[in-house]
């Protein structure tokens, strides 16, 4: 949709955090059928972080994209915690970590798998034309409780993290220019677990679907901001596998010195992938006043999001 919001939101706050456990490849090859260059060469993934909780990793993230905004949690009004991997079936998580942090507003878990930080971003601004001054919205994941340690076709490529941003009213600049949220739920199978279970996923198809998926959401959201690839300093992806950066990019016409990429030291942290890639690239300078940036994801659903924002108050 094209974004039409009365009043603006702008991201001033941001923040990241990973558990301290490093499980290297070499780790995994230890007790996989796998390599050390099949990871690399297949992924682009060299080591990931494991342990946590989701709403522990989420607290910590959360009240450092509370400290660079220079705010306190009781300015918060809602919080939005995207997730895939909640710690509980009921409640949800964003209650654990309402009540840690101590934010005093609305607080709701949001899950559209890895795409869910970009639908948690479009709610956030939705909230904001609505009226809500200060949004806390963290993408957090504990991958690891869902990763079956014994299947080499997704241990090798899921981690924990999480990444967070805080939204404010401007009154008037809106950093959002342009989105696309979609889904194709017939095809929920490919990317699947039981309440309790592990993931199960056919590699192949979600790789050939998700390259797909990344340059159609991502044409639209420009189209829609009425923006063209060029005029972007920087694409932050999902980060699921670089080969699939690598071909959307190369689809898009972007070279891969204008993307954002985590997942070497990471691995495919879900929902936290895209907010950990943004802090990354803020906090390596790599972000300026004015920037234009486009978040894309996809994931299980299958789901699908993109957004154009303007970055800082450079408008
Ligand atoms: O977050 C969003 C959701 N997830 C994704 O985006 C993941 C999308 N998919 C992928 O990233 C890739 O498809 C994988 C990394 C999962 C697999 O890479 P691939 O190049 O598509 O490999 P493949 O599935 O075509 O498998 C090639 C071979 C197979 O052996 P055969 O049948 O050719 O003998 C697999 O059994 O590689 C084998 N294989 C492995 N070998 C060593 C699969 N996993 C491993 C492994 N180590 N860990």
């Given at each position: 949709m094209?974004?039409?919001?009365r009043t603006?939101?702008?991201?001033?706050?941001?923040g990241?955090a990973l558990?301290?456990k490093v499980?290297?490849?070499?780790?995994?090859?230890?007790?996989?059928?796998t390599?050390?260059?099949?990871?690399?060469?297949?992924t682009?993934?060299?080591?990931?972080?494991v342990g946590?909780?989701?709403?522990?990793l989420?607290v910590?993230?959360?009240?450092?994209a509370l400290d660079?905004?220079g705010l306190?949690?009781?300015?918060i009004?809602?919080?939005?915690?995207c997730?895939?991997?909640p710690?509980?079936?009921?409640?949800?998580?964003a209650?654990?970590?309402?009540d840690?942090?101590?934010?005093?507003?609305?607080?709701v878990?949001?899950?559209?798998?890895?795409?869910?930080f970009?639908?948690g971003?479009?709610a956030?601004?939705?909230?904001?034309?609505?009226?809500?001054?200060?949004?806390?919205?963290i993408g957090?994941?504990?991958?690891?409780?869902v990763t079956?340690?014994d299947?080499?076709?997704t241990?090798?490529?899921?981690g924990?993290?999480a990444?967070?941003?805080?939204?404010?009213?401007?009154?008037?600049?809106?950093?959002?220019?342009?989105f696309?949220?979609?889904?194709?739920?017939?095809?929920?199978?490919?990317?699947?677990?039981?309440?309790?279970?592990?993931?199960?996923?056919?590699?192949?198809?979600?790789?050939r679907?998700?390259?797909?998926?990344?340059?159609?959401?991502?044409?639209?959201?420009?189209?829609?901001?009425?923006?063209t690839?060029?005029?972007?300093?920087l694409?932050?992806?999902h980060?699921?596998?670089i080969r699939?950066?690598e071909?959307?990019?190369?689809?898009?016409?972007?070279?891969?010195?204008?993307?954002?990429?985590?997942?070497?030291?990471?691995?495919?942290?879900?929902?936290?992938s895209?907010?950990?890639?943004?802090?990354?690239?803020?906090?390596s300078g790599r972000l300026?006043?004015g920037?234009?940036?486009?978040?894309?994801g996809f994931?299980?659903g299958?789901s699908?999001?993109?957004?154009?924002?303007r970055?800082?108050?450079g408008?």
């Open positions: 094209q974004a039409t919001t603006g939101g702008l991201i001033t706050g941001w990241a558990p301290d499980v290297t490849n070499e780790d995994l090859v230890a007790t996989l059928d390599t050390e260059d099949w990871i690399v060469e297949r682009g993934i060299r080591e990931r972080r946590g909780t989701t709403a522990g989420a910590e993230a959360g009240q450092r660079t905004a306190s949690p009781t300015d009004e809602l919080l939005i915690l997730t895939t991997t710690d509980m079936a009921i409640p949800s998580t209650s654990l970590v309402q840690e942090l101590g934010t005093p507003g609305g607080a878990d949001l899950n559209a798998a890895c795409s869910g970009v639908y971003l479009v956030a601004h939705g909230h904001v034309a609505l009226g809500y001054e200060r949004i806390l919205l957090a994941e504990t991958m690891s409780r079956d340690w299947d080499r076709n241990a090798v490529l899921f924990d993290g990444g967070a941003v805080v939204l404010e009213a401007t009154g008037g600049v809106d950093g959002l220019l342009g696309d949220l979609g889904s194709d739920g017939s095809a929920r199978h490919l990317l699947e677990a039981d309440i309790g279970g592990f993931m199960r996923m056919e590699g192949r198809e979600v790789f679907r998700a390259v797909r998926a990344v340059v159609d959401t991502a044409n639209r959201a420009m189209q829609r901001a009425g923006v690839i060029a005029d972007l300093a694409v932050v992806p980060q699921a596998n699939i950066i071909s959307a990019a190369r689809r898009l016409g972007i070279s891969m010195d204008r993307t954002v990429n985590v997942l070497e030291t990471t691995g495919n942290t879900s929902a936290a895209i907010p950990m890639g943004l802090v990354h690239a803020v906090e300026h006043g920037d234009l940036v486009l978040l894309v994931g299980a299958m699908w999001a993109a957004a154009v924002i970055w800082g108050t408008a």
